[in-house]
Every structure is written in structure tokens, then in C-alpha cells.
């Protein structure tokens, strides 16, 4: 069983915090699908994440291509994962189920803390995830390093 990992991002945005988390799972062994709602931020994504630094180098692509069951890193706006990923990042809001939870190594739903509504959603995402019995965990940045906030142990 897996658990749901909440990534409260307060000192640092996305395309900065983001690829920590998948260096720190991709070291794990785990293929990766970042999931969003929307194709125009994943490709903003995907620009960010080709152009860090050359000495972190993050192997990733765009869904859609023809090799996506390759890619240690999948970006997509869908539910399937075409890559095998046994950890499931979700950005923006993106849907994430219980039975993923259940059924993943690892989720993680990363969100904005200066966006109110983005904070909004994460903290019903938290509640679904919760009440349908999954382990959660919270995570902020707020001291400048990741710190454990909250836990839920699931069902």
C-alpha cells in the first residue's frame, strides 16, 4: 500500500522544488508520471526541466511520443501511466484517486502555497484522500528545508 505524500511549496515554485523530488525518486528506482491538468504547463514544464543545470540532468519526455514506456520521467495530462510509474507526482490540482494511492509506491500531490485556491484544493484533496482511508503525509518548506508537518496513517 502506498501513501500520499502532500508537498506544501512556500520558499521555492514548482520548476525549482520539483526536480529534488524526482531526483530523490528516481534514486529509488522508480519511474515517475508528473501529472497536470493542462498540456500548456506541462510543456512549460518540460522547457524548465531541459533547460537546469547540465550536471542535473533530469531523463524525462512529453506524453504522446513514441517512446513514453521508456521514459524514466513522463509528463502527462492523463490518468494512465504509460510508463509503468510506481510513484505518481501530481501538480496543479491534478486528480489523484485512492486506489493510485493503494496502489502506487508513492503519490505526491505538490501545490502552490501563495495561491488560495490552490491551497484549497490540496486540503480537499487531503480530506478524500484520508477519509477513503489512505496514509498521508504532509510536508512544508516554510523553514527552508522539507519538515514533516501532519500525518494520517490511513485505514
Given at each position: 500500500?502506498?501513501?500520499?505524500?502532500?508537498?506544501?511549496?512556500?520558499?521555492?515554485?514548482?520548476?525549482?522544488?520539483?526536480?529534488?523530488?524526482?531526483?530523490?525518486?528516481?534514486?529509488?528506482?522508480?519511474?515517475?508520471?508528473?501529472?497536470?491538468?493542462?498540456?500548456?504547463?506541462?510543456?512549460?514544464l518540460?522547457?524548465?526541466?531541459?533547460?537546469?543545470?547540465?550536471?542535473?540532468?533530469?531523463?524525462?519526455?512529453?506524453?504522446?511520443?513514441?517512446?513514453?514506456?521508456?521514459?524514466?520521467?513522463?509528463?502527462t495530462?492523463?490518468?494512465?501511466?504509460?510508463?509503468?510509474?510506481t510513484?505518481?507526482?501530481?501538480?496543479?490540482?491534478?486528480?489523484?484517486?485512492?486506489?493510485?494511492?493503494?496502489?502506487?509506491?508513492?503519490?505526491?500531490?505538490?501545490?502552490?502555497?501563495?495561491?488560495?485556491?490552490?491551497?484549497?484544493?490540496?486540503?480537499?484533496?487531503?480530506?478524500t484522500?484520508?477519509?477513503?482511508?489512505?496514509?498521508?503525509?504532509?510536508?512544508?518548506?516554510?523553514?527552508?528545508?522539507?519538515?514533516?508537518?501532519?500525518?494520517?496513517?490511513?485505514?
Amino acid at each position: 500500500m502506498g501513501k500520499a505524500m502532500f508537498y506544501h511549496l512556500t520558499r521555492r515554485p514548482l520548476e525549482q522544488a520539483l526536480p529534488q523530488l524526482l531526483e530523490a525518486s528516481l534514486s529509488r528506482g522508480w519511474k515517475v508520471a508528473v501529472r497536470g491538468p493542462e498540456r500548456g504547463r506541462l510543456e512549460w514544464l518540460d522547457e524548465k526541466l531541459w533547460s537546469g543545470r547540465p550536471e542535473s540532468f533530469l531523463p524525462h519526455g512529453l506524453s504522446g511520443g513514441p517512446h513514453d514506456a521508456q521514459q524514466p520521467v513522463l509528463l502527462t495530462e492523463t490518468a494512465d501511466l504509460p510508463n509503468g510509474a510506481t510513484c505518481l507526482m501530481a501538480i496543479d490540482g491534478a486528480a489523484v484517486s485512492a486506489e493510485e494511492v493503494n496502489a502506487l509506491e508513492r503519490v505526491c500531490l505538490v501545490f502552490n502555497g501563495y495561491e488560495e485556491e490552490a491551497v484549497s484544493v490540496a486540503r480537499g484533496q487531503w480530506k478524500t484522500l484520508t477519509g477513503a482511508g489512505c496514509a498521508a503525509e504532509y510536508w512544508s518548506e516554510e523553514s527552508g528545508r522539507w519538515e514533516k508537518k501532519a500525518e494520517s496513517e490511513g485505514a
